[in-house]
């Protein structure tokens, strides 16, 4: 309550510092954190459902998730520099709207590959909101203190997703897991309105590097389908070989030509700011954690321990709530304390948790999985807004969109690598609860090393 208080007061006090329309531009691009959130928890519970209309078994239920985290990753970049080119409220309505027409594609696939294709395509949608709505943030709270408070408000948008979106996942599916792409619609609607009355962004004319665009598809997608395939053929299959071969040559390729393109989408020179190189690893490290733990439990709860889609959502109820919670603490704490302390702290919850879930699975106890599931997310909802801080803040204002889209690049590969190599590992039935704690152990270990890595974040990032 009293993080919630302080937040309104900030709010109150500030406005006179604020952008135009600051409150509008909060609420719109909360909204779109919280769609492109909702995408990956909504569906997780519906997966079980998905397979057994369109047929396939965990390699399509990966690829259900990752073809949309797939895109979503590999067109960051691209977005970013959309975003900075044609302006943050142009992108952002260019997004929702694309975002929307392929959720009623979604909803209306009649095979698997039909679907699959449709999540790529909605993936790009989601890449051109997240910088967008980051950027927009940006431009209506100028004052540091006020951003940090700002984005604690944003990024309780992907808190509100992980609320609802297991429980209402669930209740959708028991109708027809058709709806979980329909409930979409009025959310793009209500955003596409918001966004009319908000003042035109600046913009940065610049060159699109096509051909590291090109590159970083090339090289995300062998990636992402040699882990799958790997988990499933074995990595000594020829196709494996062929596309792990390619995704190396493409990668390489790709930072290459960064180095030395004019125009480059991923300038090198970002990394020459301290807490990008600080962030990107925690954000790799989060998503593998938090991906990977709503992946695997959901699949957990429903194939191994045989709830339905709608109980094996309710299990994620307490953490969400928690959730929301430490997103409206962490600007204040983030004011005060600077953004080292969260982001430690919220990282060693997440492996609290994980580490929970390891001992505690074979119990098979729906009410202990709750349990776990709340230091783990509590603990990434204090962490991250000040890790995205420490991003923004660290960058030239005419180099937030890529900024952010770098990092977020980062956070969403590190979720598609989770799904393919967790989904390999749950894939034998036989072996499954093993496959469930090897997951789990991976996840608190990279979250582990994550926060030993953050301590090196200065005490104090504001004033």
Same mark, same amino acid.
Request: charged share 10%.
């Given at each position: 309550?009293?993080?919630?208080?302080?937040?309104?007061?900030?709010?109150?006090?500030?406005?006179?510092?604020?952008?135009?329309?600051?409150?509008?531009?909060?609420?719109?691009?909360?909204?779109?954190?919280?769609?492109?959130?909702?995408?990956?928890?909504?569906?997780?519970?519906?997966?079980?459902?998905?397979?057994?209309?369109?047929?396939?078994?965990?390699?399509?239920?990966?690829?259900?998730?990752?073809?949309?985290?797939?895109?979503?990753?590999?067109?960051?970049?691209?977005?970013?520099?959309?975003?900075?080119?044609?302006?943050?409220?142009?992108?952002?309505?260019?997004?929702?709207?694309?975002?929307?027409?392929? +959720?009623?594609?979604?909803?209306?696939?009649?095979?698997?590959?039909?679907?699959?294709?449709?999540?790529?395509?909605?993936?790009?949608?989601?890449?051109?909101?997240?910088?967008?709505?980051?950027?927009?943030?940006?431009?209506?709270?100028?004052?540091?203190?006020?951003?940090?408070?700002?984005?604690?408000?944003?990024?309780?948008?992907?808190?509100?997703?992980?609320?609802?979106?297991?429980?209402?996942?669930?209740?959708?599916?028991? =109708?027809?897991?058709?709806?979980?792409?329909?409930?979409?619609?009025?959310?793009?609607?209500?955003?596409?309105?918001?966004?009319?009355?908000?003042?035109?962004?600046?913009?940065?004319?610049?060159?699109?590097?096509?051909?590291?665009?090109?590159?970083?598809?090339?090289?995300?997608?062998?990636?992402?389908?040699?882990?799958?395939?790997?988990?499933?053929?074995?990595?000594?299959?020829?196709?494996?070989?062929?596309?792990?071969?390619?995704? =190396?040559?493409?990668?390489?390729?790709?930072?290459?030509?960064?180095?030395?393109?004019?125009?480059?989408?991923?300038?090198?020179?970002?990394?020459?700011?301290?807490?990008?190189?600080?962030?990107?690893?925690?954000?790799?490290?989060?998503? =593998?954690?938090?991906?990977?733990?709503?992946?695997?439990?959901?699949?957990?709860?429903?194939?191994?321990?045989?709830?339905?889609?709608?109980?094996?959502? &309710?299990?994620?109820?307490?953490?969400? &709530?928690?959730?929301?919670?430490?997103?409206?603490?962490?600007?204040?704490?983030?004011?005060?304390?600077?953004?080292?302390?969260?982001?430690?702290?919220?990282?060693?919850?997440?492996?609290?948790?994980?580490?929970?879930?390891?001992?505690?699975?074979?119990?098979?106890?729906?009410?202990?999985?709750?349990?776990?599931?709340?230091?783990?997310?509590?603990?990434?909802?204090?962490?991250?807004?000040?890790?995205?801080?420490?991003?923004?803040?660290?960058?030239?204002?005419?180099?937030?969109?890529?900024?952010?889209?770098?990092?977020?690049?980062?956070?969403?590969?590190?979720?598609?690598?989770?799904?393919?190599?967790?989904?390999?590992?749950?894939?034998?039935?036989?072996?499954?609860?093993?496959?469930?704690?090897?997951?789990?152990?991976?996840?608190?270990?990279?979250?582990?090393?994550?926060?030993?890595?953050?301590?090196?974040?200065?005490?104090?990032?504001? +004033?």
């Amino acid at each position: 309550m009293s993080a919630s208080t302080d937040d309104r007061s900030a709010f109150t006090t500030g406005a006179s510092i604020d952008g135009p329309h600051a409150r509008v531009v909060i609420t719109a691009a909360s909204l779109g954190f919280f769609l492109i959130t909702l995408d990956i928890s909504i569906v997780n519970v519906a997966l079980a459902q998905i397979q057994a209309e369109l047929g396939g078994g965990t390699v399509t239920q990966q690829w259900v998730i990752d073809g949309y985290t797939l895109l979503f990753a590999a067109l960051l970049l691209f977005a970013g520099n959309l975003s900075d080119r044609i302006g943050a409220k142009r992108a952002l309505t260019l997004g929702i709207a694309i975002f929307a027409v392929i +959720s009623a594609a979604c909803g209306l696939a009649p095979t698997s590959t039909w679907l699959v294709a449709a999540r790529c395509a909605q993936g790009a949608g989601a890449a051109i909101v997240l910088p967008a709505s980051m950027s927009l943030v940006r431009e209506a709270f100028p004052d540091p203190a006020r951003r940090a408070s700002a984005l604690g408000v944003w990024a309780v948008g992907g808190a509100v997703a992980g609320l609802v979106g297991q429980p209402l996942g669930g209740l959708l599916t028991t =109708v027809d897991w058709r709806w979980v792409f329909a409930i979409n619609l009025p959310a793009c609607a209500v955003m596409l309105l918001l966004l009319t009355v908000v003042a035109t962004s600046p913009t940065r004319p610049s060159p699109f590097d096509w051909a590291g665009q090109a590159l970083a598809v090339i090289g995300l997608s062998t990636l992402v389908y040699a882990l799958i395939t790997g988990g499933h053929a074995g990595f000594a299959a020829p196709e494996v070989v062929a596309a792990s071969a390619t995704a =190396v040559v493409a990668l390489v390729g790709f930072v290459v030509l960064q180095s030395r393109g004019r125009h480059p989408m991923m300038p090198l020179d970002l990394f020459r700011a301290r807490g990008v190189r600080l962030a990107l690893p925690v954000g790799f490290a989060f998503m =593998v954690a938090n991906y990977g733990n709503v992946f695997v439990v959901s699949l957990f709860l429903q194939q191994q321990l045989g709830l339905s889609a709608l109980r094996a959502g &309710l299990v994620f109820l307490p953490s969400a &709530l928690f959730a929301i919670a430490a997103n409206l603490a962490s600007g204040p704490v983030t004011n005060r304390l600077g953004a080292r302390l969260p982001v430690v702290a919220g990282l060693t919850a997440m492996a609290a948790g994980l580490v929970a879930l390891v001992l505690t699975a074979p119990l098979g106890s729906p009410l202990v999985v709750a349990a776990c599931i709340i230091p783990i997310g509590a603990g990434g909802a204090l962490a991250m807004p000040s890790v995205t801080g420490v991003v923004l803040e660290g960058v030239p204002a005419q180099q937030a969109g890529t900024a952010s889209a770098v990092f977020n690049t980062f956070r969403q590969v590190g979720g598609a690598v989770a799904i393919a190599v967790f989904g390999a590992l749950i894939a034998d039935p036989d072996g499954a609860l093993t496959g469930v704690q090897l997951s789990l152990g991976i996840a608190a270990a990279a979250v582990l090393l994550a926060a030993l890595s953050s301590l090196r974040i200065r005490a104090r990032t504001t +004033s």
